[in-house]
Structure formats: structure tokens, C-alpha cells
């Protein structure tokens, strides 16, 4: 069964470009040119994976997202002609899983894709095969086998990324990860400079494993890297 992309830009010979290489790659792909219809096609068409506009008439691609992640944890790639580090932190605060800036190379919008969707549904595929494991670090357990992290019993929802970070902090509790490894362990990728994803995505962890105490658990160490504390 292929793996089906929901395609989102106001743009068609952007949507016409992305379908002619996706397709060539075997993806199944859905198009799409405003927001309304973009969550339409989300709940009708369940895709795997959506490439997403943010300037896109009746819902702009941030109002999207948002309403996107309060029903599915589907990764989103933001493809966008805002480039400033302001605009692409905020898309990944909001939920995305990358951004990449127009003009793109459709070559490396597809290799983000197939990395995109072999991370989340390896998720997926370790967890039927292995057996249950459990990783406890103070307070926190995360369930390898669920991808399911507790904290004092509570249940804290991930992204994919998410839990790839969680994971390589907790198999090796005070030991210290640089970016790279940090990088290529939750990102799939070989590593480039992302400081922007690594930040964002280490900065939401922490609130969402302390609001109070954001720094609790995930450590800074300049220079160096990020350490989760023993």
C-alpha cells in the first residue's frame, strides 16, 4: 500500500512539481490549494505525511497545523518562502517537524520525505517486533514499546522527535550528546546545521517535562551540548 502525501500550497505548479517527483517515488499524493480544504482532506484522506503552505488563502498553513495537531501527530513539513528564523522557529513550535525555505530543491524535499516517514513508522514497526521496555529516569518512564512517556503516572504526548530525544537522553542518563548526535539520532539525517530544530525541539521538551523548571531535567552545557541529569 503506498504511503500517501497530502500536498498543501496555494502555488499549482508548485503542487504539480512536488506530485511529478513524489509520484516518481512511488508516493500516493493528494493536493490540495487553501486551508479549509486542507483539513477536509486530512480527515477524509488520512495522509501519511503533509507538505504544508503557510501563506494559503481562507486558513493561513500555522492555523492549520495547529488544528492538525489537536487530532494527529502526523509528521508536517512546512514549505514556505518565509525564511527568517523567526518565522521557521515559530512553525516549529507550533508542531512542525521541519521547514524547508522556497525556492527548494524537489530532490531534497523528497529525501525529508522518505526520512519524515520511515522515522515516524519505525516507530511503529520496533514496537511490534521488540520486546516491552521500560526506561526510567527519576520520576520519568518511557515505554519503548507504546512510545509512551509517564511522569508521576501522567502521560506526556510526544512527536516522533520528541521521543527519539527522550530516548537517546534516558538510555544514558548524564552522559552528554553533542548536536550532531543528537541530529542524526532523532532526525534520521546526517547532520547539517540545525541548531534552530534541535533548540526548538529541546525547548518544548523541557516545558512539557516541567512548565515551572523548564531546565528540571534537560541540562545546557555551552560549548558542549545537552545532558538529561541523572
Known sequence: MAVKILVADDEKEIRNLLRLYLENESFEVVETGDGPSTLDLVRKEKPDLCLLDIMMPGLDGLQVMKKIREE???PIL????????????????LGADDYIPKPFNPL???ARVKSQVRRFYDLGSAAAVTQKEELTVRDLTLDTESCVLNKDG????????EFKIMELFMRSP????????IYEYAWGDDFI???NNIMVSISKLRTKLDEEDPSRYIKTLRGLGYRMDK
Open 108 to 110: 531534497e524535499v523528497v
Open 174 to 181: 548524564g552522559k552528554v550528546f553533542t548536536k550532531q548526535q
Open 72 to 74: 494527529s501527530n502526523i
Open 78 to 93: 512546512i514549505i514556505s518562502a518565509r525564511t527568517a528564523d523567526a518565522e521557521r522557529i515559530l512553525g516549529l513550535n
Open 193 to 195: 546545521v540545525a541548531d
Open 154 to 161: 501522567e502521560t506526556i504526548e510526544l512527536t516522533p522527535v
